[in-house]
């Protein structure tokens, strides 16, 4: 099937992204420049309080301010929705503040006005009564706390590998999840050597340069959202619910997204501006700030207890896990994280015996969603700093010891799932390729030493979910694609057009990827997980079967060749002139047996395995703590590249905003208060912070179930990036920070340490 042209490959080239020229230009529309007639800006009063029961908000002052439209609180949205509760696990999350607030920085009131700055001023003037209550900030502390966050929770019951969430009353537990495997107590009680270590990461921000935004529009019969998200159906799905009204009543439209790294999944302020367009029936917009952001979704902390048994050769024979993550007030998507995630505990390892527990906790602090990793970052920095640990105490090199546990091609992880297609061994070998590993390494000397790190990661990807896509061709040979995942800066508008072109033998430049609108593109899940190319890609492959197929009808129809007619000469000899069009639709879900609840076992838990391995070369300087990642090597499997130079800027994009969250990101807290809510005090990296050599590599492999041979790779240049440097500091000074971030502080502190010097706290 041809075009005027007959273009070579699709799949595997590099053109250059489509929206380029338009973000470049200043033309690429964002939510944030929409303005609407009439629209009303909102702008948001918050709690003072982490833990509180509300007994009164006055917001006298803030009406009596001129210009100002409307002052909304709780019971003003309970009014127009009985029961205001959205989240994609729990019913937890009131739109406004209801009863009790659970965190400093909730929103208790929305201010509306013409004017931005009048709405912010009168929003300052909002005070609220409380009466305190017992607040709780650890994820530890918060499984035998007696302060509970939640006393009743309401399971959603939307995704079906969440079906089984009900929580535990009178607890800090949104979700509990076991996996047995073998008999770990019995291997560890006949172990050659056992190995214990605990770690912990912090709160940090996905902080995309676009804010949260969301701007609702009240027709006559049909409510529209225009809204910077990641997952227009399940806004759309979401907003009906509450509303109590049928989907085609609600058009949820996403333009460009200058972000979102996990942050603009599900409902944010999309239920707040629907309800108070419909409550003053003004089209409404609430853009937050970069402070706002801290108040919104943070990344999960999480404190990780794994111990291992090890034989006198080196293999690991039994491992034991407990994993607890601070989820804040609300569970947006901490049970999916902590189950799926959860079950990755062990490692990419082959390890007979397993038992692991793994903790979604209700906290006082601000809600915890997925970012960048879902979790895997997590657990491989503890599992991976945990195997050099070993390696080191047992005088194995960490690379060996690596190569003697991996999982291999065939063999069940612990949750009994084959492992298919997830190239491990030839990530490692590659990594070991090209950090020289078996070459010998310049330490350096004086106050400033070097030293080098590994480290090895996988994920599941996030199954059971269906994306649905349209392929439209015109009769010119030129075609539309309708898919809801968003374009939020991975590329997916690209490799899309990239993997239908490949289909229909035309060029990618000849397809338009029409932006997500739920009212024009078919349902998609969410874009997050790295699972459009997987899951998208193959609904988007089949669509473009299904147009190339009822072209080729039609060419055969009209006795002509179909593989050599070209696409515009079929639509002339069938209506005589340029006229018409043929529409194919394809749709995908992948196969998925839930974990069994007692065991945790299931033998088909995800779709596909991602792969993601990192190596570091570092300074360290030994007067300050100060430490300087000179090279970075990133190794993923992707299976087969759509587009190789997407992939690359995936991977170091990936890598740098890890380093990020390793070296210095941590959001502080002061009895429950964020202490450092600017760019001014939470510094992400600079220029000058990033590594001088940075190199990525997305090694052969394929992918058997993706569209053609391909699969997902955002996130992993993330999962080994903090561990790496954790290895390659004890390799360069001999000593062990086991909590995130690793700063100049906490080396300088571990350097004291060691000598004999500790410094006081």
């Avoid at 509760?85 to 729990?90: D, I």
């Avoid at 912090?202 to 701007?215: A, I, W």
Wanted: hydrophobic share 40%.
């Amino acid at each position: 099937m041809t075009s005027e042209r007959t273009p070579g490959p699709q799949v595997g080239r590099s053109p250059p992204r489509r929206e380029a020229r338009a973000k470049l230009s200043g033309r690429a529309p964002y939510v944030h420049d929409l303005v609407l007639p009439g629209m009303l800006h909102g702008k948001l009063a918050r709690s003072t309080r982490p833990h509180a029961r509300i007994r009164r908000i006055d917001t006298a002052a803030a009406r009596a301010i001129e210009g100002v439209h409307a002052v909304l609180t709780g019971d003003d949205i309970r009014q127009l929705i009985p029961q205001p509760y959205h989240g994609p696990a729990f019913h937890d999350q009131p739109i406004l503040a209801l009863d009790k607030v659970r965190y400093a920085g909730e929103p208790l009131a929305l201010v509306l006005a013409s004017d931005p700055h009048v709405a912010q001023t009168a929003a300052r003037l909002i005070e609220a009564e409380y009466e305190e209550l017992p607040a709780v900030y650890d994820e530890v502390e918060a499984m035998r706390s007696s302060a509970i966050v939640h006393d009743v929770l309401k399971p959603a019951g939307t995704f079906p590998d969440l079906k089984h969430l009900a929580g535990k009353r009178d607890t800090n537990v949104a979700l509990d999840f076991h996996l047995r495997r073998g008999n770990a107590a019995r291997a560890f009680e006949h172990a050659e050597h056992v190995f214990e270590h605990t770690f912990k990461t912090q709160q940090v921000l996905h902080l995309p340069l676009e804010p949260f935004v969301s701007v609702a529009d009240p027709g006559e019969r049909q409510l529209t959202l225009h809204t910077a998200s990641q997952s227009p159906s399940f806004v759309r799905i979401e907003i009906a619910r509450l509303l109590g009204w049928p989907e085609n009543r609600v058009r949820v439209q996403v333009p460009f997204l200058g972000g979102g790294f996990g942050a603009k999944v599900y409902v944010k302020l999309e239920a707040l501006v629907a309800a108070a367009a419909l409550i003053v029936r003004r089209p409404v917009k609430v853009a937050l700030t970069m402070e706002e952001q801290f108040y919104t979704l943070t990344k999960h902390a999480a404190t990780l207890r794994i111990k291992s048994a090890v034989d006198a050769e080196g293999r690991i024979s039994a491992r034991e896990c407990e994993v607890w993550w601070n989820g804040g007030a609300y569970a947006d998507i901490g049970p999916r994280i902590t189950q799926k995630s959860g079950f990755t505990a062990p490692g990419p390892y082959d390890i007979e015996h397993v038992s692991i527990d793994s903790y979604a906790l209700y906290t006082n602090l601000p809600p915890a969603g997925a970012l960048r990793g879902f979790g895997i970052p997590q657990l491989v920095w503890a599992y991976e700093s945990h195997a050099d640990m070993i390696a080191r105490a047992l005088s194995i090199d960490p690379l060996a010891f690596r190569r003697k546990n991996l999982l291999r091609e065939g063999r069940a992880q612990a949750t009994g799932t084959l492992m298919r297609d997830a190239a491990l061994d030839t990530v490692l070998e590659r990594l070991a390729q090209r950090m020289r590993w078996d070459e010998p390494f310049e330490r350096g000397s004086g106050s400033v030493r070097r030293g080098r790190g590994i480290g090895i990661g996988f994920k599941a990807s996030i199954s059971p979910t269906t994306s649905v896509a349209i392929v439209s061709v015109s009769a010119d040979g030129s075609c539309h694609l309708l898919c809801s995942t968003v374009d939020m800066g991975q590329g997916s508008d690209t490799a899309m057009a990239q993997i239908a072109a490949e289909v229909l033998g035309i060029a990618a430049e000849d397809i338009t990827v029409v932006h997500p609108d739920t009212d024009v593109t078919p349902f998609d899940m969410a874009t997050l997980g790295s699972r459009s190319t997987y899951h998208m890609g193959n609904a988007v492959k089949r669509a473009a079967e299904d147009a190339r197929d009822r072209l080729f009808a039609l060419a055969a129809e009209l006795g002509l060749a179909p593989e050599t007619t070209p696409i515009p000469e079929i639509f002339r000899r069938k209506y005589g002139m340029q006229a018409g069009n043929v529409v194919g639709q394809g749709s995908f879900v992948p196969s998925y047996i839930p974990t069994d609840h007692a065991s945790g076992q299931s033998s088909d838990v995800t779709p596909f395995w991602m792969v993601g391995a990192t190596g570091v070369e570092i300074e360290v300087d030994t007067e300050t703590g100060q430490v300087k990642v000179t090279r970075l090597v990133n190794l993923a499997d992707a299976g087969r590249t759509v587009n190789p130079a997407i992939v690359d800027t995936q991977l170091s994009g990936a890598a740098i905003m890890q380093l990020g969250f390793t070296l210095f990101e941590q959001i502080e807290f002061r009895s429950g208060q964020v202490a450092n809510a600017s760019l001014a005090d939470y510094k992400i990296p600079g220029m000058h912070d990033l590594p001088p050599l940075i190199e990525n590599e997305a090694v052969t492999a394929h992918e058997h179930g993706g569209p053609f041979g391909a699969k997902g790779v955002g996130e992993s240049g993330t999962f080994a990036v903090s561990p790496a440097i954790a290895n390659a500091i004890e390799d360069a000074v001999g000593v062990r920070v086991t909590a995130l971030p690793i700063t100049a502080e906490a080396v300088y502190r571990a350097l004291r340490a060691s000598r004999g010097e500790p410094l006081a706290q």
